[in-house]
């Protein structure tokens, strides 16, 4: 008997400049309307409504934890005191900034613009995003999520390379690739794909943007260099890293192993049960889909956004080991079968319209 | 009638800091009224990427779209930052015995 070579696995191409791009426009996938679930205008303005109260009582407590824990690695430096310390400091300057950078990019976690954006900038700085070039990033995600070929922020590309997954829980390579970016922008130089998401009249400010995270990294590593000591690194700059893990135990959450080129987001998203200590951490970004159903609710008025819609949606997930146990085995599946992914069970009413809206 | 005045709407039709759309002849329009009961009109859709504002969130004079939360007062059309970039093409509104009326160019 002949034996069989194995058959290679496809590859889809997740470049916004590559063939897959092409193909999501003649699917008509881009910048197409997306399902939403039914709810009143004036129950949603209730819940659109903004407030400073919340993010200030909120922002504060992270600062107090981020400049305590900091303090703390500072006075322990050089004993083994300074290893939970900087545990702690570097989980809240390298993964809890990612909710702050999500929320205040949108413009939605205080009512006070300006509030939002001195969070925006500082939570950008600190989970090494370039806040302009990220922000017309985020924006396509939204356009057009989990969008092979258009959306960038497509966390695990299929088929997973679990190597790199694994890699992702100290921002590698993602970090040094955002490093090389900011170096390549200080020069005032972006490639075809930022430029295909980002508009020519922001290019200038994303240049400005470098510079000045390029600056804050000179300066640091002088004071390293000046001190002795790696400790100004380790508590500026290298926390994007040692501190990245709970950014992906978060965020993988949000969409790995569910369904790519769809335009329904109770298909591509994830709603998580979590406790109130991570729902503080993450700023409620375990409403997942309901945020990307709806992004002009705030995060504070998720939890209730979520009460309103939950008739319509998949059942949501009861905790992170529930929502890990399907998210492994479908990594792993994915990695030998790339058409795979977690079919999620829309209620059987929507299910009805929505196949008879799309027949 | 005077020239290019469209009745739109009845201003019931709008709730108090809210925004309605309004199609005519082949266009969409945004309705606006203020808490205070001042009506505006703009062009229905985003200078983003063309979703309907009427979807959006009012707050004093701003419009937030609903798609990626950019900004516009839509007392002068203005683009308060990205990614609403372009500015929003105004019209001039008046109210007579409880409808609302705008002026096509
Ligand atoms: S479509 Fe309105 S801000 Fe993007």
């Not at chain 2, 009109?41 to 419009?63: N, P, Q, R, S």
Request: overall charge positive; aromatic content about 12%; charged content about 20%.
């Amino acid at each position: 008997m002949e034996s069989q070579t194995p058959m290679p696995i496809p590859k889809r191409d997740y470049s916004l400049v590559g063939s897959e791009t092409q193909r999501a426009y003649e699917k008509g996938l881009v910048s197409a309307p997306w399902y939403a679930s039914p709810i009143a205008r004036p129950r949603l303005k209730e819940l659109m409504r903004r407030k400073d109260g919340p993010a200030i009582r909120h922002t504060l407590l992270w600062f107090a934890l981020i400049i305590g824990s900091g303090t703390a690695a500072f006075l322990t430096w050089g004993t083994w005191g300074c290893v939970p310390a900087l545990f702690v400091y570097g989980t809240l300057y390298g993964s809890t900034s990612d909710s702050r950078w999500h929320e205040c990019g949108h413009r939605t976690a205080f009512k006070t613009v300006w509030m939002n954006d001195v969070v925006y900038y500082i939570a950008s700085f600190m989970v090494l995003r370039e806040a302009t070039a990220w922000r017309w990033s985020h924006t396509r995600h939204h356009t057009d999520t989990i969008i092979v070929g258009r959306d960038p922020e497509i966390a695990v590309p299929r088929p997973p390379g679990l190597f790199a997954v694994c890699l992702k829980f100290f921002a590698l390579p993602g970090g040094l690739r955002e490093l090389a970016k900011i170096a390549r922008h200080c020069f005032g130089r972006l490639n075809a794909v930022e430029k295909d998401y980002i508009p020519g009249s922001e290019h200038p400010r994303v240049f400005r943007e470098a510079r000045v995270y390029a600056a804050i990294y000179v300066a640091t590593i002088a004071c390293a260099l000046a001190t002795g000591s790696i400790l100004p690194l380790m508590l500026v700059g290298l926390p994007s890293f040692y501190g990245a893990w709970l950014v992906v135990v978060f965020g993988l959450t949000q969409h790995a192993g569910l369904a790519e080129d769809v335009l329904d987001h109770r298909l591509n998203c994830r709603t998580v049960y979590m406790n109130p200590v991570f729902r503080y951490l993450y700023w409620n970004m375990n409403y997942h889909v309901e945020h990307h159903m709806f992004p002009l609710v705030p995060y504070h008025a998720l939890p209730a956004l979520h009460e309103e819609l939950k008739a319509d949606m998949p059942p949501a997930y009861r905790g992170l080991v529930e929502t890990y146990r399907e998210i492994i085995p479908a990594l792993l599946r994915q990695a030998k079968d790339p058409a795979y992914c977690v079919k999620r069970p829309l209620p059987l009413a929507a299910d009805a319209a929505l196949q008879g809206g799309q027949a | 009638m005077s020239a290019g005045w469209i009745p739109a709407c009845k201003t019931g039709d709008v709730g108090a800091e809210d925004v309605v759309r309004f199609d005519h002849g082949g266009r969409t329009f945004a309705i606006y009224r203020t808490a205070d009961d001042k009506y505006y009109a703009t062009d229905g859709l985003c200078t983003h990427e063309k979703v309907h504002l009427a979807h959006g969130f009012v707050m004093d004079t701003i419009i937030e779209c609903a798609k990626h939360n950019g900004r516009f007062d839509f007392t002068t059309g203005e683009a308060k930052g990205a990614p609403a970039c372009i500015h929003l093409k105004t019209y001039p509104v008046k109210v007579e015995a409880g409808q609302v009326f705008l002026q096509l160019d």
